[in-house]
């Protein structure tokens, strides 16, 4: 049973325009909250990451939106550049534990 | 600062045998994570290393195993592979934990024939 969903595959952007990839999970205990980025070929980067005391987390060109009572979370990419074109993983942990939880993931495909 | 590095890139195996993959983590880091992705499983977490013990375990056979050295290198090893074992392994570190932000190396990929 999949705690973290990335219920979109894929997802395609015109460049300049916002993109929003989704994940959702059901383990409430979950409290932290990360985004990564992966290209082919290369391990997964850092994008950001959120606390559940904070409902928002901004760092550039990306926000990163965390409603609780959902379960719900968004990464908001503005504006959109075709160098973004990747794979994006969301993970959660429960507090006290090292373990995350990664999602599926979602391939965002900027086009110019 | 160096990233993580990982060794072999690339590794071919026949059913049954034993395989060892190396990784590097950045300088100062602690915690060193293992992790397998697959098409239809994506990221899942086999292990965790902190300060050369094991601090937490995914899932996993007892045929994946692993160590970690004094200089924080870490080692996974899988014993008597299965076709099923074919993936990427991903080793990632990190100074605060596997839970936060970590820092992942490139990959090896394990072809299991």
């Known amino acids: 049973d999949q705690q973290v969903k990335q219920n979109s595959p894929s997802l395609s952007v015109q460049e300049g325009r916002i993109s929003i990839l989704n994940c959702d999970y059901t383990?409430?205990?979950?409290?932290?909250f990360l985004w990564y980025k992966k290209y082919p070929a290369e391990g997964p980067t850092f994008l950001i990451s959120?606390?559940?005391?904070?409902d928002k987390n901004e760092d550039g060109r990306f926000t990163v939106f965390l409603n609780k009572s959902a379960k719900h979370l968004s990464l908001h990419i503005v504006p959109s550049q075709p160098g973004d074109s990747a794979v994006y993983f969301c993970a959660a942990s429960e507090q006290g534990s090292y373990i995350p939880t990664f999602g599926r993931g979602t391939s965002l495909i900027v086009h110019p | 600062k160096a990233g993580v590095t990982q060794t072999p890139r690339y590794l071919i195996k026949t059913r049954g045998q034993q395989v060892t993959l190396s990784c590097s983590p950045i300088?100062?880091?602690?915690?060193v994570s293992w992790y397998q992705q697959t098409p239809g499983q994506g990221l899942q977490f086999l292990f965790e290393y902190f300060s050369e013990t094991q601090r937490n375990k995914g899932n996993f056979p007892g045929r994946f195993s692993g160590r970690q050295f004094s200089n924080s290198r870490s080692e996974m090893n899988v014993s008597t592979l299965e076709l099923g074992d074919s993936a990427l392994y991903l080793c990632?570190?990190?100074?605060?934990?596997?839970?936060?932000?970590?820092?992942f190396g490139p990959g090896t990929r394990l072809t299991v024939t």
């Open positions: 959120i606390s559940s005391i904070k």
């Open positions: 990632a570190s990190s100074f605060a934990g596997a839970a936060y932000e970590q820092y």
């Open positions: 383990n409430s205990m979950f409290d932290y």
């Open positions: 300088s100062g880091h602690r915690s």
